[in-house]
C-alpha cells in the first residue's frame, strides 16, 4: 500500500480493515500508532458496532509464540526438534516433494486443505495452483466444516452458491427467526442490530429454534427448544401448514418456482399433523401452533439459519427445508424477507467465491461441467483442469489416513482440533509422507505433526480482501511490518507454482493482481448466467484497490453494488425458476445407547474464537468463560453423579476429553454442550473434535456437529489449584490442566492425583525452580489438603501456585492484579499465602463485561443499592453492556434474578 | 409446742422446671425457689439481689461453683450459694437463705431464714500468723493479693535469702544485657513491707521447720510460730557435676548476683562460652554479646530451645544467630571446665576446645525441696501441692518453682500468677477457686526476634500442622491442630498474635470455621 493511500484511509478516524472474526465482517478502524481498535462507522456491516473479540485485537498483535522463520522437524520430540530453514530451502523442498509425489503416484496423491481465515487472493492462488496446475481437486477448506450445507442447499434451490439478502433485512423484518444460531454469542453484531431495531420498534418479533436456551434467546418472544436434529420435521411442518391455511403465495410459486407439489407432500406426509409433529421435535403443539401462526401471518420474515442447521448429517436438507417455506410464500428477495446463511468465518464466502471448496471450480463455477471447466482452463492457459471433484474435508483426512494423499499443505487452520474423529486426523497426519503447515503461531495441536512450518502473516500484517455473510467485499489492510520471515501465503503458493515451472501463471506482484484476475474471471464469458460477477472490481490499479470501500457483489459496473437478489423473481438456473427440495427426515446416524445417553452438542462461546491460536493470547478474551466446560442440565448432572464446578470426562465412541461441569441452565435434559475452542495448547485434554462422530451429510459432506452419543462420567482428582507463573510450567504432574491468559502472566488451572508427599519440593518443580528458589514463601496445611506458594524476584511477583478444595481457592482476579505491580508490601505477601487480601476487598466475581470489564457481583451490586430497573441503567452506571452489548444478555439475566430475590417474601 | 408452724406450701415440684427457679411471695417477702435436676432438692433464697436491688435471682442460672450450688445474679453476675445465701464474691452481701423441702410432691418453704454460720470480713482480736518462706515472685504475689483480699487477716513475716528486696527475675536478662538496671527492677524495696507491718528477714533463710510445734526457723537463728506456712522456695539452677565447675570465672544464671558477677567478667571483653542452648542461656548469651564478648553457646541437644521452637523455627534461630557473630555448637556435650584457678575455657566430649574467660552454665533449674523435704512434707520433683496449693499439711501452702502440682513443675512466670491468686484466695478464707495447672506459653525476643511458642508441638498422631514460611523476611508460624482445637503454636519472627494464639489454646475454642485464615492474625481470620 502506499503512503498517500495509507493516509488517505487513515484520515476518517484510523485505518479502516475488517475483523478477522465471526463471518460479520464488521468494518475496523486501527489506530496504528497505538494499536487500539475501534468500529469502523462507515462499515454497512456494523456502522461503529464492535463485539468484544473485535475490540480485543489490540491485544493480539504480541509477537509471544510466533511461527517467524520456516521450520523443518528434525526429530520426533524435545526442545531440538525444529530447525530454521531458508524460505527459499522451504519452498524448494515443496515443489519437489509434491512434484515427486504426483510423479510417483497421481496428482490424487497431493492435497491442500486450507481455511475460511485465508483472504480471497491467497485462497484464489491455493485454488488455481491445485485444480488448475497440480490438476487435481484436492484442496478443501474448513468452511466445509461451517457452511457447506448453505452452500449444497443454496445451490439445490436456486442454481448457484447465493445468499439473497442483506443484513438490513433484519432491521426491515416484522419476524426474525434465528435457527440453530445462538446469534449473541457467535454473531454479536448483527444481533446488536436485532436488538436494537426491537427496542425501537418492539411489535418486531423474535424466534429462537435451538435446542439450547442460548442468550439469543434473551430478545425472543418465542423459543422453541427442539429435539437435536428435528429442523426439517419442524420447517415441513410449518410448509405444510402454511399450505392449509392459506399463506401460499400461488403466484409467485406458478410463475418463478418448480417442484412445490413435491415438497409439499413430502412436507404434509412427514410432518402434516401437528400432534406426532409436537411429539417428534419435542416441542408442546401450542407453541408450534404459534411459531406456525406467526410466520403464516407476518410477510416480512427472516430466516437465519447457521451451524445449528448447517452441522448436520442432513444439513443440505434442513436448508432446503428452511428455504422451502420462503418460497412458498414468495418471501426472497424482497426487503424484509428471505432465508439467510450466516456463515462462521471471516472470510468463507470469499472461499465460496474462488472455488475453495473441493466439488467447485472458481468464480462459482461447477467442476462437473465440461463447458465451464473449458472455459476456466482458457482462462488460466493452465495445462490441465481437475475433472472430478475432490474429496471433502472428513473424506480428505480419511484418504490421508489410507495414504492415498501422501503430501498434504494445510494453510491457516487446525484440524487436529476442528474435524470430528480428530483423532483419527492426527493419526492420518502422523502417517503421511509430507505434512506442510503454514500458520501466524508456532505451537498449534496440527503444526506439532507437520514436517515443515512456513511463517504465514497476521491480522495487520495480511493486505487482500474478504467477503461477509451478506456478500460485502471489504479490505483487509496491512498496518504492521511483516515480523521475522513471516510472508503472505499467497506468495508462498505462487512460490511453489513457479518451482513446479509455472512462472507465468503465478508471476504475481501483489494482491491486486490476484484480486484482478479473480475479478475478471468472475465477469470472463459471464453472459449473465452466473450472478456472481465482479466485473466492475476488475482493471482497478494499486491505488483504486488499497482504497476500495465495502461493496456488495455482484459489481456489473465500477462502482455499481448489489443489493437484494431474485428481486425479479428470476433465479439462476437452466429455467429461471428456483426449485423446491422434496426432503424427508433422518434419524442422526448415531443413535442414543445406554452407553452413549447423551447427545453431545458443541458450538462456540462468547470470547473466543476457533482454536484459540490468536483470541487466546488476549487476556481480555480469557475471563469470561476460562475454562473448558461441559454443559448440563442441573438433574443430568446429580444423575452422573457430578458437581457443578467439579470435573466430568465426556467420551463417545471416537474420544474423550476432561472439561469443568457447568449448570447454566441452557441445557434440556438429555443434552449436553461442549465448546470447540480448547486444544491441546490450553488444557490437556479438551478437543471435543475427538468425540465428534464422523458422519457427514452426503450431499454437502458437512459433518454432524452437534449430535454425537456421549457418556459423561465423574474425572475424580484427589486434587486441585491453580498457578499462576510468569514463565515456563512443567505440567506433567497434573491429572488435568487448562491454561487462561492473563495479563503479563498464564494462569494454569489444574487437578490430580496421588500423594504429595513434598508439597514443597513439588511446588518448585512445576514453576521450574530449583532447590534453592530464591524468595519463596509457602504456606501449608497438609491435612485439609491445602499448600500455597509464592515466588518473588527483586520484590516482584514471579509465581504463585494454590492446592486448595475449589471453594477454598483464591480469587482470581485479585491475583492476577497483583502480578501488575511492580513491588507487593508485607501485607500483600502475607495475603498471597491467605490467598486473599488482608485488606477489606471487593470481589468483583465472575467477569460479565468483558470489554470493560465488570464483574458479575459489581453489577448486582448496583442494580440492588441503586435500584436498577433496567440494562441502559446499569450501562449508565457501570459501563457494562456500553460497546459490543454481547453481555447484555446476562444483565438483563441478572436484573431478572435481583427482581426475583427483591419479590420473594 | 410453741414454735409457731411457719412452714409454708410452694407449688407442685412438677410446676418448676428442673435446674431453674420460680419467684414466690413468702409472708409478704420474694422468694426464689430452685429446683435441682440432679438430685431434686430444692432450695430457697431471697430473690432480691443485693447488688442491683432488683427482685431477679428466681431467673439467674444456676451451677456449680467447686461443688458448691449456686446461682448467678442475671444482672451483675455475682454468685450466692443456694444452701447458705453466701455470696462468692463479696461476704458483705450475703443474702437470706431458707430452709426447702418436697413432701408429697409439694415444695414447703421454711418462713424462718436459716442461722449459718457466714465467714464475713469481721476483724478478729487475734490475728492469725502467716509465715512466708522465699522472698521471691512468687511468694510477694501472693502476699500483695492476699493484703488485697484480706487485709487484716494475717500478721505476715517473710524470710528472703537474698539481701535484696523482692525483684523481678524476668528482667535479670535485660540488666545483663546493659538495657536495664537493677534499680529498674526491684518490685518491692523494703520500705514496701514495712509499710504494710510485714516482718522482713532480709539475707535470713528458713533453714527449718518444725510442722508439729508449728515453727519455722532462720539461718540466724530466729524463731518464728505460724498459724498458715507458705512455702515459695523456688528453685535453684543446675550445676553440672562437671570438673572445674568451682574455678572462678565459672557462674549460673539465676539472681542478680549471678548477673553482676557476669557484668564483671565482661568488661575484659574476650570470649565467653554459654552452656545450655535454651531460653535462659540464649538470653545470657545475648546478654554477653551485647556486652562485647565474643560468645559461644554450647548446646546438648539438636536444636535451640528445644522445648519451645520446633526443628524449622530452631534452624531460624540459629542461623540468625550465627549472623550475629555467635558461635553455636549443637549436639554437644561439656566434658570439663578448664583452667588453674581462673576458667580457662572447656573441653567438648568430642575434644573440642572452646577458650572462654567466663563459662555459664544455663542446663536449667531444680525446684527447691530441701526444706520441705527435711520437714516431711511430701515431695517428689517439687512440693506437692493441690488445686488449693495446699501442701500434705493442711497449715502449709506452697507456690512457684518449688512446688509440683498435678505432675508438673513450672519454670516460667506466668504460672506463678495463677497459683498466687489461688493460694491467696484460700488465705483469705473465700477458698472458691482452683489452680488446674498452667499452659505454658513463651513469648520473647532473643537478640530482637520475637519467639512465641505455647502449648504442645512435637509431632504426635492425630495432629495437623498449619505452617507457614516467609525465609527473605524471617518469619516463620506454625500451629498444631488437632479436632479443631489449636493444641500448640509456635511463632517465630512475627509473633504478634501469641497473645490470641494462646487464649484459643487454653479456651480450647472450636476453630474450625476459620481454620483456613487462622495463621494469618486475628484481624484477618475474623474478619467477616
Partial sequence: MSAASLQSVAAAGGLATTCPYCGVGCGVRVDTRKLTVSGDVQHPANGGRLCVKGSALGETLGLDGRLLRPQRRVAESGPERWQALAWDDALSEIATRFARTIARHGPESVAFYVSGQLLTEDYYVANKLMKGYLGSANIDTNSRLCMSSAVAGHKRAFGEDLVPGCYEDFELADLVVLVGSNTAWCHPVLYQRIVAEKERRPELRVVVVDPRRTPTCDIADLHLPLAPGSDVPLFNGLLAWLATHGAADRDFIAAHTRDADAALAAAAETAGDLDALAVSCGLQRDRLETFFNLFAATDKVVTLFSQGVNQSGQGTDKVNAIINCHLYTGRIGKPGMGPFSMTGQPNAMGGREVGGLSNTLAAHLELGDPRQRALVQRFWNSPTVAETPGPKAVDLFEAVHDGRIKALWIMATNPVVSLPDADRVREALRRCDFVVVSDVVASTDTAQLAHLLLPALSWGEKDGTVTNSERVISRQRAFRAAPGEARPDWWALAEVGRRLGHEQAFDYAGPQQIFDEHARLSAFENGGERVFNLAGLAGMSDSEYDALAPIRWPVPAPGIGSERLFGDGRFPTEDGRAMFVPVTPVAPAHPLSEQFPFILNTGRIRDQWHTMTRTGVAPTLGAHLPEPYVDLHAADVLACGLREGGLARVTSRWGTLVARVRCSGEMRRGQVFVPIHWNDQFASDARVGALVNPVVDPVSGEPEFKHTPVRVDEFRAEWQGVLYARGEVDLQPFAWWAKVQAPDVQRYEFSGRGKLDDRSAWARSVLRLGVSAGDWIEYRDDASGIYHAAHFRDGRLQACLYVAPPDLLPARGWLAELFGRARLTERDRVGLLAGAPLGPVQDSGPLVCSCFRVGRNTIVQAIRERDLKSPKDVTACLRAGGNCGSCLPEIRGLLAECALVEAAP | ?528
Avoid at chain 2, 494462646?502 to 481454620?515: C, N, P, T, Y
Wanted: with cysteine; hydrophobic share 45%; glycine share 10%.
Fill in chain 2, 1 to 528: 409446742m410453741n414454735t409457731p408452724v411457719t412452714w409454708r406450701p410452694i407449688c407442685a415440684l412438677d410446676e418448676i422446671v428442673p435446674d431453674t427457679g420460680v419467684a414466690a411471695l413468702l409472708d409478704g417477702r420474694q422468694i426464689a425457689v430452685f429446683r435441682m435436676r440432679a438430685d431434686d432438692r430444692v432450695y430457697a433464697i431471697a430473690n432480691r439481689d443485693p447488688f442491683s436491688g432488683a427482685n431477679v435471682l428466681a431467673r439467674g442460672l444456676v451451677g456449680d461453683l467447686q461443688g458448691e450450688r449456686v446461682v448467678a445474679s442475671p444482672i451483675y453476675k455475682q454468685h450466692f450459694s443456694l444452701a447458705t445465701g453466701r455470696c462468692l464474691e463479696d461476704p458483705e452481701r450475703n443474702i437470706d437463705a431458707y430452709p426447702a423441702r418436697v413432701s408429697d410432691g409439694m415444695v414447703w418453704v421454711d418462713a424462718q431464714p436459716l442461722r449459718t454460720y457466714l465467714p464475713g470480713a469481721r476483724p478478729r482480736l487475734d490475728k492469725a500468723r502467716l509465715v512466708v518462706v522465699g522472698n521471691g515472685m512468687a511468694g510477694m504475689r501472693v502476699v500483695e493479693e492476699l493484703l488485697d483480699a484480706a487485709p487484716d487477716l494475717y500478721q505476715i513475716e517473710v524470710f528472703g535469702a537474698e539481701t535484696h528486696g523482692n525483684y523481678n527475675r524476668i528482667l535479670l536478662s535485660p540488666v545483663l544485657a546493659g538495657e536495664k538496671r537493677s534499680a529498674d527492677i526491684m518490685l518491692h524495696p523494703p520500705a514496701w513491707y514495712a509499710e504494710r507491718g510485714i516482718v522482713f528477714h532480709a539475707g535470713d533463710p528458713a533453714v527449718a521447720i518444725n510442722r508439729t510445734r508449728r515453727i519455722v526457723r532462720s539461718k540466724s537463728g530466729l524463731e518464728t510460730g505460724y498459724d498458715r506456712l507458705l512455702l515459695a522456695t523456688g528453685s535453684n539452677p543446675v550445676v553440672l557435676p562437671l570438673p572445674g565447675r568451682e574455678l572462678a570465672g565459672v557462674t549460673t544464671f539465676r539472681d542478680l548476683d549471678d548477673v553482676d558477677a557476669m557484668i564483671a567478667a565482661s568488661a575484659q571483653r574476650g570470649q565467653a562460652v554459654v552452656i545450655g542452648g535454651g531460653l535462659l542461656g540464649l538470653e545470657a548469651a545475648h546478654g554477653l554479646a551485647r556486652r562485647g564478648m565474643q560468645v559461644t553457646v554450647v548446646h546438648l541437644m539438636d536444636r535451640l530451645m528445644e522445648r519451645q521452637l520446633d526443628a524449622p523455627a530452631a534452624a531460624l534461630l540459629k542461623q540468625k544467630l550465627e549472623s550475629r557473630g555467635m558461635t553455636v555448637h549443637l549436639n554437644a556435650q561439656t566434658e570439663a571446665i578448664l583452667g588453674e584457678d581462673r576458667v580457662s575455657g572447656i573441653r567438648l566430649k568430642d575434644g573440642t576446645i572452646i577458650d572462654a574467660s567466663l563459662v555459664v552454665m544455663a542446663v536449667g533449674i531444680r525446684p527447691n525441696v530441701e526444706l520441705a523435704q527435711a520437714c516431711g512434707l511430701r515431695c517428689d520433683r517439687g512440693v506437692l501441692v493441690d488445686d488449693t496449693m495446699q501442701t500434705f499439711d493442711p497449715r502449709i501452702y506452697a507456690v512457684g518453682e518449688c512446688v509440683q502440682h498435678r505432675g508438673r513443675t513450672y519454670g516460667l512466670v506466668d504460672p506463678l500468677w495463677g497459683q498466687a491468686h489461688v493460694c491467696a484466695t484460700q488465705l483469705a478464707e473465700r477458698g472458691h477457686t482452683r489452680y488446674r495447672g498452667s499452659l505454658l506459653a513463651t513469648q520473647l525476643k532473643v537478640a530482637g526476634i520475637e519467639v512465641f511458642s505455647a502449648g504442645e508441638f512435637d509431632a504426635s498422631d492425630g495432629s495437623d500442622d498449619l505452617v507457614m514460611h516467609d525465609a527473605q523476611r524471617g518469619i516463620y508460624k506454625r500451629l498444631v491442630i488437632r479436632d479443631n482445637r489449636v493444641l500448640g503454636a509456635v511463632l517465630y519472627g512475627d509473633a504478634r498474635d501469641g497473645a490470641w494464639y494462646f487464649e484459643l489454646i487454653s479456651e480450647k475454642r472450636d476453630i474450625g470455621a476459620i481454620r483456613n485464615r487462622l495463621l494469618f492474625g486475628r484481624e484477618f481470620a475474623l474478619r467477616n
